[in-house]
């Protein structure tokens, strides 16, 4: 059974940094691409960025670049989403998803605000 569990959320101020863990099991993990996605209140989900099988591969949104780094560690079938220089735009929930599998969790909630 998969089950794909985010955490980390939080509120914080504009200019803090915080960390997302999405942690997987049931699944052989390191053999698939892992995304992270945000909401925001009466938008449509929207892709953030992503990482590749080993790790090396990463693309992300414009507007996160340089402030957003994704990684992986696949012994802890784990991803990450370290997320520096919290804007109040950045305040959605944030979901991981494993596109091959068609799998979301139930996202963690971030609130970037002054």
């Known amino acids: 059974q998969v089950q794909v569990v985010e955490s980390g959320g939080g509120s914080v101020q504009p200019g803090d940094s915080l960390t997302l863990s999405c942690t997987t099991s049931?699944?052989?993990?390191?053999?698939?691409?892992v995304s992270w996605y945000i909401q925001a209140p009466g938008q449509e989900r929207e892709l953030v960025a992503t990482?590749?099988?080993?790790?090396?591969?990463?693309n992300y949104k414009d507007s996160v670049k340089g402030r957003f780094s994704i990684s992986r560690d696949n012994a802890k079938n784990t991803v990450y989403l370290q997320m520096n220089d919290l804007k109040p735009e950045d305040t959605a929930v944030y979901y991981c998803?494993?596109?091959?599998?068609?799998?979301w969790g139930q996202g963690t909630q971030v609130t970037v605000s002054s």
């Open positions: 049931g699944f052989p993990f390191s053999s698939y691409r």
């Open positions: 998803h494993i596109p091959t599998l068609k799998h």
């Open positions: 990482v590749l099988t080993t790790g090396v591969g990463t």
